[in-house]
């Protein structure tokens, strides 16, 4: 029996510390030119697998990877953990109940944005010619695997390039995230499905339903019973002070590793059981941004870049890369995904000027494109050239998303944000508690100005809103908006709490700036353009420090109009 060396150890840390290095150092590089680090993770594998290292120093190769049974196993443990703690974060980012709440237009769009392209996928695939199978016999399963590919959306790099364009906390930013939530469960339970059906293989019919019919039932307990349960798990250890984020960290990965057990058992795959695991803990409202931001910030900074790297050690990339099934997989999967979410888009009510954005959001691919990838090469499913293709077609979906979004964007007819700040509609300081008691003032500074008059009606459109998701931002800002009926023109007041008010912040620090955004119902994406602004303005350390400073309101208002006045030069507008 093979015993685990001073040497194989030696060889895992040095694999360890080059793979983990490199990748943080490119996807910071990749980051700052708006990239997801996910292509600088596999590069980085690329770069020292067998495709360039292997090739022009195998020797260098072969003794930092050795092909050698412990050596490969040690690190394909390490690598498999990123998986499990990916697919959790990610269902930690899922907020079920309020995709649930918005399920007419969310659904409408995730429905859409999986049937069609599931549908024309499918039939795209039933038609690659057999040297691109694995097993010819198999052309069913491979056609649905495809299928379930160029469906499934990557949440994770749309919410970054959200986060980037400042659109994350607006109605817009809401809308697709909850809809790609929605998008992702139904994915993944496909694939989990269509791996299951190829498994299976051979097995009777009875047997075959009775495993859809257990996955079903998995999936219904834990989006329904086992929300519950994991909530009041939570506001258990909360209510004994135990310490956090290690708490809550190791509850949910406790909980993955159960519901990958019980998924195993039903016949799904064990990453589908951590995936619906992160949803059940994200559900508890007890959970602290701060604690899921920490979690997040853990699990991409470690786990995540060792995994993606370990790909790239797998095998020669320009030996299996066939270009023009790389064109079809990218092409494919960009405009399949983008006419299905935009035919759902129309039966929405979202304005005509958001309605392409949306459908933008959800052409990327990424992580979990791959993921799916390498689980059906290692069950034969796909040859390494159609692996390969995922992979170059999830990188190339995931690069094109970002600056696509951005010039749709920056092609929206500017309005004069400043407009609509309300002059008399300052209020410094502000002494509140709560951020309940801060909206309940501003909703009647803001229904005095805009002629409402009915300050109940104000607070309440804004504070199911909030509700629905917070909308603190990062460095004390935090913008909570409505819509409200009877409201002629957009309206936006300003308070200013020194101390600083508790809104669940994503960086854990109160809201020093509170922005209240009105706007009518039927807005026409204005109110998209007033958040990205004031998050843009908010920035800005001087025009922070030139608020903290103010001594009074007018001070403020001319630091905004300054503010704003040098945004329009720099939009050229």
Same mark, same amino acid.
């Given at each position: 029996?093979?015993?685990?060396?001073?040497?194989?150890?030696?060889?895992?840390?040095?694999?360890?510390?080059?793979?983990?290095?490199?990748?943080?150092?490119?996807?910071?590089?990749?980051?700052?030119?708006?990239?997801?680090?996910? +292509?600088?993770?596999?590069?980085?594998?690329?770069?020292?697998?067998? +495709?360039?290292?292997?090739?022009?120093?195998?020797?260098?190769?072969?003794?930092?990877?050795?092909?050698? !049974?412990?050596?490969?196993?040690?690190?394909?443990?390490?690598?498999?953990?990123?998986?499990?703690?990916?697919?959790?974060?990610?269902?930690?980012?899922?907020?079920?109940?309020?995709?649930?709440?918005?399920?007419?237009?969310?659904?409408?769009?995730?429905?859409?944005?999986?049937?069609?392209?599931?549908?024309?996928?499918?039939?795209?695939?039933?038609?690659?010619?057999?040297?691109?199978?694995?097993?010819?016999?198999?052309?069913?399963?491979?056609?649905?695997?495809?299928?379930?590919?160029?469906?499934?959306?990557?949440?994770? !790099?749309?919410?970054?390039?959200?986060?980037?364009? $400042?659109? $994350?906390?607006?109605?817009?930013?809401?809308?697709?995230?909850?809809?790609?939530?929605?998008?992702?469960?139904? =994915?993944?339970?496909?694939?989990?499905?269509?791996?299951?059906?190829?498994?299976?293989?051979?097995?009777?019919?009875?047997?075959?339903?009775?495993?859809?019919?257990?996955?079903?039932?998995?999936?219904?307990?834990?989006?329904?019973?086992? /929300?519950?349960?994991?909530?009041?798990?939570?506001?258990?250890?909360?209510?004994?002070?135990?310490?956090?984020?290690?708490?809550?960290?190791?509850?949910?990965?406790?909980? =993955?590793?159960?519901?990958?057990?019980?998924?195993?058992?039903?016949?799904?795959?064990?990453?589908?059981?951590?995936?619906?695991?992160?949803?059940?803990?994200?559900?508890?409202?007890?959970?602290?941004?701060?604690?899921?931001?920490?979690?997040?910030?853990?699990?991409?900074?470690?786990?995540?870049?060792?995994?993606?790297?370990?790909?790239?050690?797998?095998?020669?990339?320009?030996?299996?890369?066939?270009?023009?099934?790389?064109?079809?997989?990218?092409?494919?999967? !960009?405009?399949?995904?983008?006419?299905?979410?935009?035919?759902?888009?129309?039966?929405?009510?979202?304005?005509?000027?958001?309605? #392409?954005?949306?459908?933008?959001? *959800?052409?990327?691919?990424?992580?979990?494109?791959?993921?799916?990838?390498?689980?059906?090469?290692?069950?034969?499913?796909?040859?390494?050239?159609?692996?390969?293709?995922?992979?170059?077609?999830?990188?190339?979906?995931?690069?094109?998303?970002?600056?696509?979004?951005?010039?749709?964007?920056?092609?929206?007819? *500017?309005?004069?944000?400043?407009?609509?700040?309300?002059?008399? =509609?300052?209020?410094?300081?502000?002494?509140?508690? +709560?951020?309940?008691?801060?909206?309940?003032?501003?909703?009647?500074?803001? #229904?005095?100005?805009?002629?409402? $008059?009915?300050?109940?009606?104000?607070?309440?459109?804004?504070?199911?809103?909030?509700?629905?998701?917070?909308?603190?931002?990062?460095? =004390?800002?935090?913008?909570?908006?409505?819509?409200?009926?009877?409201? /002629?023109?957009?309206?936006?007041?300003?308070?200013? #709490?020194?101390?600083?008010?508790?809104?669940?912040?994503?960086?854990?620090?109160?809201?020093?700036?509170?922005?209240?955004?009105?706007?009518?119902?039927?807005?026409?994406?204005?109110?998209?353009?007033?958040?990205?602004?004031?998050?843009?303005?908010?920035?800005?350390?001087?025009?922070?420090? $030139?608020?903290?400073?103010?001594?009074?309101?007018?001070?403020?208002?001319?630091?905004?109009?300054?503010?704003?006045?040098?945004?329009?030069?720099?939009?050229?507008?």
């Amino acid at each position: 029996m093979p015993f685990m060396t001073d040497h194989h150890l030696f060889i895992f840390l040095l694999q360890i510390f080059l793979l983990l290095g490199l990748s943080r150092l490119g996807g910071e590089v990749f980051n700052r030119f708006h990239q997801p680090a996910l +292509t600088a993770e596999i590069f980085v594998g690329i770069l020292l697998g067998p +495709t360039v290292l292997g090739h022009f120093f195998p020797a260098i190769h072969a003794f930092i990877f050795p092909n050698e !049974i412990i050596q490969q196993t040690m690190f394909e443990t390490v690598a498999w953990m990123g998986a499990f703690f990916l697919l959790l974060e990610t269902g930690l980012e899922i907020d079920f109940s309020s995709a649930w709440r918005q399920r007419g237009d969310a659904l409408k769009i995730a429905l859409a944005d999986t049937l069609i392209p599931m549908i024309l996928g499918f039939a795209l695939a039933w038609f690659l010619p057999d040297q691109y199978l694995a097993a010819p016999g198999q052309r069913l399963s491979f056609a649905l695997f495809i299928a379930v590919i160029l469906t499934t959306s990557a949440m994770p !790099i749309t919410a970054r390039v959200l986060h980037d364009l $400042n659109l $994350n906390k607006t109605d817009l930013g809401f809308l697709i995230m909850s809809a790609l939530s929605v998008n992702d469960i139904i =994915g993944w339970l496909l694939f989990t499905l269509v791996f299951g059906f190829f498994v299976q293989t051979g097995a009777s019919i009875s047997s075959i339903l009775g495993m859809f019919a257990g996955a079903l039932a998995f999936v219904l307990f834990c989006l329904t019973i086992g /929300r519950f349960l994991s909530n009041w798990a939570v506001n258990q250890m909360k209510a004994l002070k135990l310490p956090e984020p290690a708490s809550s960290l190791t509850y949910i990965f406790l909980l =993955g590793v159960l519901c990958a057990a019980a998924a195993k058992q039903v016949g799904l795959h064990a990453l589908f059981g951590f995936f619906l695991a992160g949803i059940m803990a994200g559900e508890a409202r007890s959970l602290s941004e701060k604690t899921r931001q920490t979690i997040s910030q853990m699990v991409y900074a470690i786990f995540v870049p060792l995994f993606f790297a370990g790909i790239g050690l797998k095998m020669d990339f320009l030996k299996y890369f066939d270009p023009w099934l790389v064109l079809f997989i990218s092409a494919a999967g !960009i405009g399949l995904r983008f006419f299905g979410a935009w035919v759902g888009v129309q039966f929405t009510n979202v304005p005509k000027v958001n309605r #392409s954005a949306v459908a933008i959001a *959800h052409t990327p691919g990424g992580m979990m494109e791959i993921v799916m990838g390498l689980l059906a090469l290692e069950y034969h499913l796909i040859t390494p050239t159609v692996f390969i293709a995922i992979v170059f077609g999830a990188l190339i979906t995931a690069i094109v998303m970002g600056p696509w979004l951005s010039w749709r964007i920056a092609k929206r007819s *500017h309005v004069s944000v400043f407009e609509y700040f309300a002059r008399r =509609g300052i209020v410094i300081p502000l002494r509140v508690k +709560t951020r309940d008691e801060a909206i309940m003032q501003l909703a009647k500074v803001a #229904s005095d100005e805009s002629g409402i $008059n009915d300050e109940d009606l104000v607070a309440n459109a804004v504070l199911q809103r909030e509700n629905l998701m917070g909308t603190a931002i990062e460095d =004390g800002v935090a913008l909570p908006h409505g819509r409200v009926e009877g409201l /002629r023109k957009p309206i936006v007041v300003f308070a200013r #709490s020194l101390s600083g008010v508790e809104w669940n912040s994503p960086d854990g620090k109160p809201s020093q700036f509170i922005f209240l955004i009105l706007t009518p119902l039927e807005d026409d994406g204005v109110h998209v353009q007033i958040l990205r602004a004031i998050a843009q303005v908010m920035q800005d350390p001087t025009n922070i420090q $030139n608020i903290l400073n103010a001594k009074e309101s007018e001070q403020i208002w001319h630091t905004f109009q300054n503010a704003f006045t040098q945004l329009y030069v720099k939009r050229g507008v």
